[in-house]
């Protein structure tokens, strides 16, 4: 009887241990190099618009297809904080010791997206700030087999991250 | 064997294997990351050093010149190397710990590039002050018979006290140095050294504390040098039967074009903008006369002190021109601008006592400025009136002068230099292009090439005064500073890289031409970034930054505009010139433009203004369409008729506009490798190389002739003769005699400039050049100027 019971429980440990536990870590991997493939993707997606001061169709197209590639669904966020240097200068005028100091006003993704459908490019100029995030909206299989054993639930429960920003270093030309 | 042992087994297989190639993807995502961090890292250094040229140039009113602008590029690459050990977590002063990875930062300016990259520099010894020591300075002592010395390093003190100086002992010194209460603690003997060959010759740093002036010996450390700044330039040499042309062109990033040689005989140098051949113009002037067939400065000077307007044509000058530009004031571009001075002073004071509201200092300004109105508010209209008043005549006579000059520069061009082809070009920014081209792959090959270098047709966008993107000109003008670029930059990084003690390969990384263009078409910094340790490899990148907002170069995107009734009105907007809201919202006829970086970096600080220390100089506001967000809807101004019928007349208007504006700016930029004078000359005649000729060219291609004259010998000493020069007993000069210093030991040289109506279509020849006493009270020992004349130099508009 306990001979049995034992024999079951070590089959069942042996599942675990030798399908389970081998498919959760290759699973695992599989998702560190969709993450690297992402991270990189999104990072010269951003550093390609802050340099040239425009985000275009195509940049935009060939990281959606990139990180596409990986066999996950993402969700792209991107964020152009435009710099608004007319507050700072006429807030100087009130008193005569003290310059401006510049405001960002920001623009969104879908707002950003609609330009793009529209014209094809998005146009930045010097001193605005671009940032983009990329996380995965499906559900991995990795995160699957380890919502098996535990589960994470809300709005985060990603495991594919990516995200980068940085300064716009030249006008876009138009 | 059983289940069990197989399930282990498989286990002990597998799991390895999983642990191992976790670690190795784990290291890979490591790698990315760094490596990721890293092209940030370089690339928001470049961009702090590019801010910082640009905030430097700004607010540098010397910044175009070489010497300034070296300095502020020196200071450019040390804020890219404080930003780069910052982002890398150092504190600045850790710097040197990563200019070793850094072979080269390349800076492409408007017309040359520099280069700052590690190079291996002996040590120059210096004393406290900075100054070179040399051999034969006090304290430079000779060791043994090779080039070795010792030096001993004296204060001034010491030097004052050296008891044997002021006895004038050449060979042997002593000198003692007091302690505070006058004993004597210490003295050495110091020796002048008489070393012959070597007196006067640096002293290079040996190992020891020991110096040497023989190079070979000197320790060499790596420092980051600038190098010579290098122009984008190229000479062609063009034979046939009857024309010899050998000439060094400088481009620049725009059509500026700096054109150096002999064509024939004659010896040109000229600057000048390159225009289309297809755009033309006539004028109306007061005076009869055709600007067109004048030197470029005596346009110049002639636009600058007379009303006048300019008719610009796509084609041939019939119909309608494509726009007018009209200049009724009758005052001087000098009289303007002093005026401009004046009123902007007055306007300062204005605003300060408005903030002040001290009421006796405002009383007593309004009474001394009656004339500018009954109080403060309208003294600061009425100058704010005079000020944008006077803006506009100013622009337009500086465009006036872009047009007249570059269509004198660029008919002079097509005329000599429209057969020059690609493959008579010889040398690439001073390096022989065949022995480059037969060492190394050259991005294009100009050998076999028979493209028209000075063929500027093409299709432009923004109306019919810029030369073609797609022409053969720029292309090949591209390809020269590309080629020069690379040449040069592969150079300097093979260098380090021969010399570096590190392992790392430095080498010049292969850039695409999109990267090219990008560099190619602004004031730019690339900055390069090797051997990095980086995770599983050595990292290897550059990253390009380029300027938009410079005082170095004006791209006509890069231009704003506004109403001119709103110039540096702080309620009204300016915009590009293209922005549908200005379009259909202004309701002028008259615009003023300025370049972007104006209102970039515009923020003043001027300490003697205690009221408003702290101000900008263009107070409209940014239109938030066109210039906050650049995603705004745009009209083509250019053609016409996909406008709405009644914003037709006003986008002609700024059609206009934009041909001053584009004009003024750039006819208002500093070159620094421009000639003043554009001009030619050649010698017909010198007494001591035996040349006695006529000139190449007609009398009516001659600007002035250059006389020196030897010693002309008069009765009375100390006089100064008058002497007229005729030409086939006609009057050629502009005045009618010229002063000459008689009796002087030395030459006197005179300029005598050629009347412009002088109706000669034959060359000037020496023997019909006449030269007469106009002095008759004067007495001439040998009674004949002519035989005294050393030199005559034809110089050519």
């Known amino acids: 009887m306990s001979d049995t019971l034992i024999t079951v429980i070590a089959i069942l440990l042996a599942a675990v241990l030798m399908f389970i536990f081998p498919l959760l870590s290759v699973s695992e991997r599989s998702d560190d190099i969709s993450q690297l493939s992402v991270q990189t993707a999104t990072m010269e997606f951003v550093n390609n618009a802050r340099t040239v001061g425009k985000i275009t169709m195509d940049s935009y197209t060939e990281l959606v297809s990139t990180i596409n590639a990986t066999g996950n669904s993402f969700d792209i966020e991107m964020e152009v904080k435009v710099l608004d240097e007319n507050i700072g200068k006429k807030s100087a005028w009130t008193q005569g010791t003290v310059i401006g100091e510049n405001i960002y006003y920001s623009v969104y993704t879908s707002q950003i997206v609609e330009v793009l459908k529209e014209k094809g490019t998005y146009t930045m100029k010097e001193g605005d700030m671009f940032s983009a995030s990329v996380k995965n909206t499906n559900k991995t299989l990795s995160q699957t087999i380890r919502g098996v054993f535990y589960s994470i639930s809300g709005n985060d429960a990603y495991t594919i991250f990516a995200q980068h920003s940085g300064v716009v270093t030249a006008n876009g030309s138009y | ?797």
């Open chain 2, 1 to 797: 064997m059983k289940l069990q042992g197989l399930g282990i087994l498989f286990a002990l297989i597998v799991l390895p294997v999983i642990l191992v190639l976790t670690y190795y993807i784990q290291l890979q995502v490591d790698t990315i990351n760094l490596q990721n961090q890293y092209d940030t890292k370089l690339l928001d250094a470049t961009h702090d050093a590019m801010s910082s040229f640009e905030i430097n140039t700004a607010n540098e009113d010397l910044s175009t010149v070489s010497d300034s602008l070296r300095t502020i590029i020196d200071a450019s690459t040390n804020v890219f190397f404080n930003s780069l050990a910052t982002n890398f977590g150092m504190s600045n002063a850790s710097k040197s710990y990563v200019e070793p990875y850094v072979p080269a930062i390349l800076y492409t300016l408007y017309d040359g590039y520099y280069i700052s990259a590690p190079t291996k520099v002996p040590t120059v010894l210096t004393d406290p002050d900075g100054n070179a020591v040399s051999v034969g300075d006090i304290g430079v002592q000779k060791q043994g018979n090779d080039y070795t010395y010792q030096v001993i390093h004296t204060t001034q003190e010491q030097e004052n006290n050296c008891s044997e100086c002021a006895s004038g002992s050449s060979t042997h010194i002593r000198y003692e140095t007091y302690s505070g209460d006058g004993f004597i603690w210490d003295s050495y003997y110091l020796k002048y050294e008489d070393t012959g060959d070597d007196y006067g010759q640096l002293l290079y740093l040996k190992e020891n504390n020991l110096y040497t002036t023989n190079i070979d010996e000197a320790e060499f450390k790596t420092k980051n040098v600038l190098k010579t700044y290098m122009p984008y330039s190229a000479r062609y040499i063009h034979e046939n039967e009857d024309d010899r042309i050998d000439i060094n062109v400088i481009y620049t990033l725009d059509n500026y074009v700096t054109i150096e040689g002999t064509i024939n005989n004659v010896y040109y140098s000229k600057s000048g903008y390159l225009l289309p051949e297809s755009l033309n113009m006539d004028m109306d002037i007061p005076q009869n006369i055709d600007l067109l067939t004048y030197n470029q400065n005596d346009a110049q000077s002639y636009i600058e002190n007379n009303p006048i307007t300019l008719n610009l044509y796509n084609g041939a000058v019939t119909g309608e021109p494509i726009t007018k530009i009209e200049v009724t004031d009758s005052r001087t571009y000098n009289e303007l601008s002093d005026e401009l001075i004046v009123n902007k002073e007055i306007l300062k004071n204005a605003r300060n006592l408005k903030i002040s509201n001290d009421a006796d200092s405002i009383n007593n300004f309004i009474i001394s400025h009656e004339d500018y109105g009954g109080d403060l508010d309208a003294i600061i209209e009425s100058c704010n009136n005079s000020i944008n008043d006077i803006q506009y005549q100013l622009d337009k006579k500086s465009a006036i002068e872009y047009y007249v000059k570059g269509k004198i520069f660029s008919d002079w061009v097509y005329e000599n230099l429209g057969e020059i082809e690609e493959r008579d070009l010889v040398e690439i920014s001073g390096q022989n292009y065949k022995s480059v081209n037969g060492h190394e792959e050259v991005t294009y090959n100009f050998e076999e090439s028979d493209r028209k270098i000075f063929e500027v047709t093409g299709s432009t966008q923004n109306g019919f005064i810029e030369i073609a993107q797609d022409s053969s000109f720029y292309n090949h003008k591209l390809n020269v500073i590309r080629n020069s670029i690379q040449y040069n930059l592969n150079s300097a990084m093979s260098t380090y890289n021969n010399s570096s003690s590190r392992t790392a390969d430095y080498s010049m990384p292969v850039m695409s031409n999109i990267e090219w263009e990008k560099i190619l078409n602004n004031v730019s910094i690339v900055s390069f970034m090797q051997g990095v340790n980086c995770g599983l490899k050595s990292y290897n990148n550059y990253v390009i930054v380029s300027s938009t907002n410079n005082e170095l170069a004006i791209q006509p995107n890069d231009i704003y505009y506004v109403e001119r009734g709103q110039f540096n009105d702080e309620t009204a907007e300016y915009h590009r010139i293209d922005c549908k809201k200005f379009l259909e919202n202004s309701d002028t006829n008259e615009y003023i433009a300025f370049p972007s970086k104006e209102v970039k970096y515009d923020k003043i600080y001027d300490k003697s203004n205690s009221f408003l220390p702290y101000q900008y100089d263009h107070r409209n506001f940014a239109c938030y369409d066109c210039i906050n967000d650049g995603n705004y809807e745009k009209v083509n101004i250019f053609d016409i008729n996909s406008i709405d019928e009644k914003y037709r007349a006003r986008a002609i208007d700024l059609q206009r506009a934009y041909y001053i504006g584009v004009a003024k700016c750039k006819n208002n930029l500093y070159k620094m490798n421009g000639v003043q004078n554009s001009k030619g000359f050649e010698i017909i005649y010198d007494s001591e190389r035996d040349i006695y000729g006529t000139s190449s060219l007609p009398i009516s291609e001659i600007k002035a002739l250059e006389i020196v004259f030897g010693t002309i010998r008069t009765t009375a000493s100390d006089d100064i003769i008058r002497c007229k020069i005729e030409y086939n007993n006609k009057e050629i000069t502009e005045e009618v005699s010229y002063s000459i210093n008689a009796n002087s030991s030395g030459n006197s040289t005179i300029v005598a400039n050629i009347k412009n109506d002088f109706p000669n279509n034959i060359e000037l020849d020496w023997n019909k050049l006449s030269f007469e006493n106009d002095t008759p009270e004067i007495v001439l020992v040998d009674n004949v100027i002519k035989s005294r004349v050393k030199s005559v130099k034809v110089i050519y508009k």
